[in-house]
T-cell receptor
């Protein structure tokens, strides 16, 4: 099925551990985004990639890095996880066919 | 001040009634506006987009935009229990199709 695939769906980390969240889309979209969603704060942009080979910071980039591996894949890395990074993370891609975002199913991350 | 503000919820409406959701934004140059629906534990899904002043209707949903007042709203007519969800207002900001989202308004439709 066409769409955005995120892995893993759930993850528990200890403070200081690292991990990479994976995202892949099969819709041939150029633009991809990573958001985090916290209660009462809505979705906040962490990083985005307007095209293959480019990445830019969003509203809350501190503590994260990204890689646009190819047109399909855009990964988010936490180098040293902190409890403040406990959140639900969504990957999205933008398509001109509906001029809107398609979101992945999300990753629920808990840092203890 | 947040870039996108939504009326605080939760909003409870009886089945068959109209649910009215409001959103204001701070960036005067924004041109594209969206409403997403998010069921509990799920990802957001696009339900409406609007770019010009006035009303846009899609089935039971009507989006209204007033750029002069920096205001966008969503009306849900003949509300159904399946409309119970959190509705997110999103505004395109800057380049590269970036969106700023409001915190969301949770709607509960009572049967």
């Amino acid at each position: 099925n066409a769409g955005v695939t995120q892995t893993p769906k759930f993850q528990v980390l200890k403070t200081g551990q690292s991990m990479t969240l994976q995202c892949a889309q099969d819709m041939n979209h150029n633009s991809m985004y990573w958001y985090r969603q916290d209660p009462g704060m809505g979705l906040r942009l962490i990083y985005y990639s307007a095209s293959e080979g480019t990445t830019d910071k969003g509203e809350v980039p501190n503590g994260y890095n990204v890689s646009r591996l190819n047109k399909r894949e855009f990964s988010l890395r936490l180098e040293s996880a902190a409890p403040s990074q406990t959140s639900v993370y969504f990957c999205a891609s933008f398509g001109t066919e509906n001029y809107g975002y398609t979101f992945g199913s999300g990753t629920r991350l808990t840092v203890v | 001040q947040k870039e996108v503000e939504q009326n605080s919820g939760p909003l409870s409406v009886p089945e068959g009634a109209i649910a009215s959701l409001n959103c204001t934004y701070s960036d005067r140059v924004s041109q594209s506006f969206f409403w997403y629906r998010q069921y509990s534990g799920k990802s957001p899904e696009l339900i409406m987009s609007i770019y010009s002043n006035g009303d846009k209707e899609d089935g039971r949903f009507t989006a209204q935009l007033n750029k002069a007042s920096q205001y966008v709203s969503l009306l849900i007519r003949d509300s159904q229990p399946s409309d119970s969800a959190t509705y997110l207002c999103a505004v395109e900001t800057g380049d590269d199709y970036k969106l700023s989202f409001g915190a969301g308004t949770t709607v509960t439709v009572r049967a």
